[in-house]
Structure formats: C-alpha cells, structure tokens
C-alpha cells in the first residue's frame, strides 16, 4: 500500500466527462488499496476567463481581491471531482488551500508556501476518505486567500506530497511526458523514461511548458518522485528524480527553446569600475530578471557595450531603467531587439564529456544561423538567435545530438 499523490492540469478536468475520467483512474488507484490525495486545477481557460472579467473593471486590479477571483475556479473542480469520486462508491472529500492548511506568505498572485499544516487532510485519509485539494492556492497566516503564480497547481501538488511524505507525486496532463524537445517543431522528438530535477528545471525554465518551474525546484529541494504522464492513456510517462549514473552517460538530453526573450544594449559606456554593479542594481531594484549577460570592450579600452536579455514582458521597463542609467554614466544610447530566441542544449552528462558547445556552434553556423550571445553553465549551453530560426534551429540540433535514437 502506498500513498500517491495525482495532479490533474486543467485539461484533465475539462468537462464533465473529464473529471469522471480523473474519478475513474482515482478510484482505480485507491482500490488497489493505496491512499490517494488529489490535486486539481480549475478547467482548462477558466483562470484566463477570470483574468480577462478582472481586467474589463481595472488595468491592475486589486492582488488580494484578484486571489480571492482566481482561487474560485480550483475550488469548483475539487468539489466536482469529490462528486465524481463518491458517484464511484468511493469516499471522497474536497479541501480548499486554507482548510488543507497551506500556509504562504503574503505576496499575492505569486505567493510562496511556508508550511503545511496538514492535519485535517491526514485525518481523513486515515478514516479512507480521498483527499481533493483545490490546487493553486493557500491563505496567509492573518487568512487572506492567495494564489501561488500560473501554473501553481503543480506546486500545491508537490508541495503536499512532500507534507504527507508521499510514495510518488504524480502530474496528470496532456502529454504522455517530457519530450527531448517540442514535438511540434520534431515530430520525431522522444518522451524521456527518465530525467533528472536539474535536467527538468532547465527545460522548465526554458521554456518546456510541462511543470511550473517553481515545483521542480521544490521537489529537487525535498526529493520528491515525480511523474509527468497523461491522464488520457495508460502510458508510464516520464519519472523525475534525483540525477543517477546512468544519466551520466547521456551527454545531451533535450533541447528547449524561448521565444519569450529580449535583449537591451547600452552602448558605448565608459569603462569604468562600478559601471554593471549600478546598472544591474537597478534592474534588480525594478524586480527584472536577467538571464544573460555580455559586456564587449572596445579595442582601444575606453567604452564598452553591455547587453543583456530579459523577459520581452519586462521590456519597457528594462529600457526605461537602462536609458536613465545611460544617461547618468555618459553613456551613447540604449538599444533593444525582441525578435530573437534563445536555444539551450541540456543534460548532466556535460559535466563528463565535453564537446557539446563546440558541436551546437558548428551547427548553427553550417545552417547560417548567427549567433548573437551565449552562455554556459555545467548542464547546459544557450545561445540566443535570430526568432525567425527558433524552429531551424531545434530541429537541426536535436538531429546533430540524435536524440530522436532511444539513448537509454
Ligand atoms: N489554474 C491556474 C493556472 O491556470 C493554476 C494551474 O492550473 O496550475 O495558472
Ligand atoms: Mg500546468
């Protein structure tokens, strides 16, 4: 017997006929004689419906009340599927964030989980009930309602599964897993059995929309089991674990894609100490973050330009800090380009093998692809490109590292 935690994204609880589907596998679950505790997000668009109703009142409307809104469509489906459930014979209870007690901090619309007082869910496990958690959302200490940033569903459902010390967490969507790159760019792209946290939350942060980032990182910290699988089909879907041997000996695992991207360069600044410490802080003071960054000098030493990425959702903000710090330092202009992308190849194996920078160059220039800023880290190289090659780019890279050939 054991205790297994299943998440199920919104197009899994889509409609009716959806959420009997989730109650059938659900009950099929515990009838095997293990504990179930469900976690649900609301139907597929409900969130952005709500988003869109709150947007016709306000251009920014009030967070707490904006919280309050949005946690309302995880709370229709976990009471739904709790229906579903004991339609079956099955003993079924659902539970908001606040009656789970999931405590968070009091950022809303992207608060953070700070504890989980789980008692009244354990309780009803224990009397055979299946727990339905309305997934997404949590209440601050002082029991205002929030919400825990898009997609944070997959974090409720990690988060308790690490509180109850579950067997397995397993997220329900609708892929059959983690594909080494977009099928819909490779059709030849292959679900992976098998993948590490730090593979995952690369690819997750790189845009493989799969698992929010935010719940990867989770349970790398608490090394909770994952599996990403369908809800529509039986197939074993992709396990998430901690990075073993075997993994070691697959150089590159994935390839992932951003076309969310921008880079602002502030050109021709005088090269001087404390030049990137005052521009940086000041984008960080704007609550931006930077992914790359790049600062060439010129040959003759006396002015530099430093160009960095950001999200093309920060753009505006970002040059309007850079042009006044431009400004200040005597700076030439600042200048800014959003049809570019960013293309990273990733796996653990890089740590052990070397070789994968200078093959991805290779290749990108053989397809004429240029290269306008890289970076690297142990298990990954990025390279941000031309927008228009973004899918060039993919596939001609998952063909040069042969991922579409079972590696394992
Ligand atoms: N319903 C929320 C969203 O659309 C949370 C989730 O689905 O995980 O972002
Ligand atoms: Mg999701």
Do not use: W
Not at 137 to 163: F, H, K, M
Not at 178 to 193: F, G, M, Q, S
Not at 245 to 259: F, H, P, R, T
């Amino acid at each position: 017997m054991a205790l297994i935690v299943q998440k199920y994204g919104g197009t899994s609880v889509g409609n009716i006929d959806r959420i009997k589907n989730v109650a059938n596998r659900v009950v099929r679950t515990a009838g095997q004689g293990n504990k179930v505790v469900v976690v649900v997000s609301a139907m597929s668009g409900e969130t952005d419906k709500l988003i869109g109703l709150a947007g016709q009142l306000s251009a920014a409307p009030n967070e707490r009340e904006m919280d309050m809104l949005l946690s309302s469509g995880e709370r229709v489906t976990s009471a739904l599927t709790a229906m579903a459930i004991e339609a079956l014979g099955q003993k079924a209870k659902s539970f908001t964030g606040r009656q789970a007690g999931i405590i968070t901090d009091t950022v809303h619309t992207k608060a953070k989980i700070e504890r989980i007082a789980g008692d009244r869910m354990k309780q009803a496990l224990e009397q055979g009930y299946v727990v339905v958690l309305a997934g997404f959302q949590g209440v601050t200490e002082t029991e205002d309602v929030t919400t825990l940033g898009r997609g944070g569903s997959d974090l409720s459902a990690v988060a308790i599964a690490s509180a109850v010390n579950a067997d397995l967490c397993e997220i329900y969507t609708d892929v059959d897993g983690v594909y080494t790159t977009d099928p819909n760019i490779v059709p030849e792209a292959r679900k992976l059995e098998k993948i590490s946290y730090e593979e995952m939350l690369e690819l997750a942060s790189l845009g493989a929309k799969v698992l929010q980032t935010r719940s990867v990182e989770f349970a790398m910290k608490y090394k909770v089991p994952v599996v990403v699988r369908s809800s529509f089909n039986d197939n074993p879907g992709t396990l998430v674990v901690e990075e073993d041997k075997e993994m070691e000996n697959v150089v590159v695992s994935g390839i992932a894609y951003d076309k969310n991207q921008a880079k602002i360069t502030v050109v021709n600044v005088p090269d001087k100490p404390g030049i990137a410490a005052k521009l940086f802080r000041s984008i960080a003071e704007a609550n931006i973050v930077v992914d790359m960054i790049v600062q060439n000098v010129s040959s003759d030493g006396k002015f530099a330009d430093i160009s960095f990425t950001v999200p093309k959702t920060d753009t505006r903000k970002a040059l309007e800090v850079s042009e006044a710090i431009a400004k200040e330092m005597g700076a030439e202009r600042v200048d800014r380009r959003e049809d570019i992308s960013k293309i990273s190849v990733i796996g653990v194996g890089m740590r052990t093998h070397s070789g994968v920078a200078s093959k991805m160059f290779q290749t990108l220039a053989a397809n004429n692809i240029n290269i306008v800023m890289i970076s690297t880290s142990e298990i990954k190289v990025s390279c941000v490109i031309d927008l228009k090659y973004t899918e060039l780019a993919v596939r001609v890279l998952h063909e040069v590292f042969g991922l579409a050939e079972a590696a394992h």
